[in-house]
């Protein structure tokens, strides 16, 4: 039986060790809760979370969530799937395993410990929106055959395992739908757009623009992110989302470059390259439920969680 909802929980957080994984653990030990990291740290790394090495109450343990997991906590944190284009394009088939086998057996662990779980879902599950900007109740406009699927539609089945074990097993579910985030300990080559413009700035390379640039991205900081999670696990039971998280502030990809070589000092020229398949033109969420139901809306703006990202990868060049 779970503790008082209130009160410290022993709390565990799949996919730990990645990049908004390490964050959520930061801000969940300072609460003074106990953390058990779970990660196979296959896009995730002990480097994110070594600076809690001797923290007393983390707890890492290297797993698969393809496989069940047998522990005693008071609350599930889901965050665990390869998060970009390469990582999760490696190897199609495991990504969509990660996605909808890692649902299951976490849904199961909550359902048998009968505690509250989280999903980590994502803004893919709009794919190439008709809709702008995306509100939740948007079904979406995805490939169920394309280069993205396995990571798109491995998502959403996710979300259809939550909803279902919410309404057939009646496990308290959070289903949080995540857009771009950016921040200290991103990957350095996760072929995401904000950390490939700053490893080519930095390098002095060609900084690649797929298509014109002219298509858009919203980007939220990762420590706005963390406080958007929290939120929502810690809000009223009748609250199930799924809720958008992400910054509603549009760039263009073309302007997010411009930045970054303005901030790096940089002299590396644009050059543009085709545009990849199924890749969304317009990604930017509509946060009025955020806003409404969590009193949660981004505080950090690009013009200053840019540095910070910009000074951590500067760090790792120094290293």
């Known amino acids: 039986m779970a503790r008082a909802y209130d009160s410290t929980k022993r709390i565990l957080v799949t996919g730990g060790a990645g990049f908004v994984g390490s964050h959520l653990i930061d801000y969940l030990l300072l609460q003074g809760h106990e953390v058990l990291c779970a990660d196979n740290l296959f896009t995730g790394s002990k480097r994110n979370i070594g600076h809690l090495h001797n923290h007393p109450q983390l707890e890492f343990m290297r797993h698969d969530v393809c496989f069940p997991l047998y522990v005693e906590v008071d609350e599930i944190y889901n965050l665990a799937c390869p998060a970009s284009p390469i990582h999760y394009q490696h190897d199609p088939v495991q990504t969509t395993k990660t996605s909808v086998h890692g649902a299951i057996n976490m849904l199961g662990l909550a359902k048998r410990l009968k505690v509250r779980i989280l999903q980590a879902s994502t803004s893919e599950v709009y794919g190439d929106p008709a809709v702008h900007p995306q509100t939740e109740d948007y079904w979406g406009n995805v490939n169920p055959i394309g280069l993205r699927s396995c990571y798109d539609e491995g998502k959403r089945c996710a979300e259809t395992l939550f909803f279902d074990y919410h309404r057939q097993h009646g496990v308290e579910i959070k289903v949080a739908r995540i857009f771009n985030t950016y921040g200290p300990r991103m990957h350095p080559s996760d072929g995401r757009v904000v950390s490939n413009f700053i490893v080519q ?42 809720i958008n998280l992400g910054n509603p502030i549009e760039f263009t990809i073309r302007e997010l470059a411009e930045k970054v070589i303005a901030l790096t000092n940089s002299r590396s020229p644009l050059i543009e390259m085709p545009l990849p ?15 409404t139901r969590l009193g949660w809306e981004p505080a950090i703006p690009l013009d200053q969680g840019l540095p910070a990202t910009i000074a951590y990868f500067q760090s790792l060049h120094a290293d």
């Open 201 to 242: 700035a930095l390098a002095g390379k060609p900084i690649t623009i797929y298509g014109d640039g002219s298509q858009t991205r919203s980007f939220c900081y990762v420590d706005d992110l963390v406080r958007g999670l929290v939120a929502l696990m810690e809000s009223p039971a009748d609250l199930v989302g799924p």
């Open 277 to 291: 398949a199924d890749d969304p033109q317009q990604r930017k969420p509509d946060i009025t439920q955020a806003q």
